[in-house]
């Protein structure tokens, strides 16, 4: 789960790094307190929490589970934590 967020989390920042890496290529002087005065942050946001939308319907799009299977939870059973794991329904 915590890759999951994190994979999320980078794809809302890269907007952001493309703005800052564009910056930095066409050279812009910049004073580092209006460095982002200027920057459309507002749609940098959006087009950061599109990304994360598609990276949600990708993820459950193509996470490898069969859509009929189900998911059984992981369970304690004799002091041993026994891993969920989806099964086949019928």
Known sequence: MIRIAFFE???FLAPFGIYA???YLVKEQRQAE???RDAPVFRLFLAGMGLI????VGFATFSGND???EYVPAVIRDGKIVPGYFEETE
Not at 53 to 56: Q, S
């Open 9 to 11: 989390f980078l794809l």
């Open 21 to 23: 890496a564009y910056l």
């Open 34 to 36: 209006g460095f982002w």
């Open 53 to 56: 939308a598609a990276g949600m």
């Open 67 to 69: 859509k009929d299977s």
